[in-house]
Nanobody, 126 residues
């Protein structure tokens, strides 16, 4: 079992920045890819970014490329999502998820992930 706790969310003005953290406890996740997803009210949960088990490869949703950066520190069992130039459409609850794989096949597919955190709210005001 892996328990995930996200933090770092909050209220920020458009154009601002936030860094989210996801800390894992229980079984180590250093052999798994980890992703961030988000879910806005009334919307389906959507993929944001994923990082491979080693941190050597990353993949992003098109609309966040160049604005968001995913990284990980396996020694601290932590994955980060640095978000800059935030837009109102980035408003959502952000979730981290630990993959069943070391890398990914279809990173947007929810079933590719075995463990999920409870989420952290990000609100971007215009």
């Amino acid at each position: 079992q892996v328990q995930l706790v996200e933090s770092g969310g909050g209220l920020v003005q458009a154009g601002g920045s936030l860094t989210l953290s996801c800390v894992a406890s229980g079984r180590t996740f250093s052999s798994s890819a980890v992703a961030w997803f988000r879910q806005a009210p009334g919307e389906e949960r959507e993929f944001v970014a994923v990082i491979s088990w080693s941190g050597g490869a990353t993949y992003y949703k098109d609309s966040v490329k160049g604005r968001f950066t995913i990284s990980r520190d396996n020694a601290k069992n932590t994955v980060f999502l640095q978000m800059s130039d935030l837009k109102p459409e980035d408003t959502a609850v952000y979730y981290c998820a630990v993959s069943r794989l070391r890398d990914w096949v279809t990173p947007s597919r929810l079933s590719e992930y075995a463990y999920w955190g409870q989420g952290t709210q990000v609100t971007v005001s215009s």
